[in-house]
């Protein structure tokens, strides 16, 4: 099974540490396919500790190179503005569920209250 990741998945691995075994992203990747957007990959470099010198840099790095990434196209950007014209949604959270819609693939995302206003979008729910 394939799903798209939110960052909001991937922060809260990061600042688990020592509990990474109980985050959703590590509990998902070990059933299924982790697919990023590029803008999540974008908003994961974009923090502090994502840089050269970051204390994150390495894990995020691992967790890109491991991953499937999806390109937005001028189509996915049209869907973008629609979808936050519409549902108030944050720049990155538009891709991810624009491309969800595209690619008819479910989002695992920590921030479901965002998500779930937009009704055509899946949600992974358990793991």
């Known amino acids: 099974m394939k799903v798209i990741v939110d960052a909001s998945v991937v922060v809260d691995y990061l600042r688990r540490r020592q509990a990474h075994d109980e985050s959703l992203f590590i509990k998902f990747s070990r059933i299924g396919t982790v697919v990023f957007s590029l803008v999540t990959v974008a908003e994961l470099y974009s923090g502090k500790s994502a840089q050269d010198e970051g204390s994150q840099r390495e894990y995020i790095d691992s967790l890109i190179d491991g991953a499937e990434v999806m390109i937005p196209t001028v ?53």
């Open 75 to 127: 189509k996915t950007a049209k869907t973008v503005g629609m979808l936050r014209a519409t549902y108030q949604l944050s720049l990155g959270d538009a891709f991810v569920a624009a491309l969800a819609i595209e690619e008819k693939l479910p989002v695992l995302t920590a921030d479901k209250k965002a998500f779930e206003k937009v009704k055509v979008v899946r949600l992974l729910r358990d793991i």
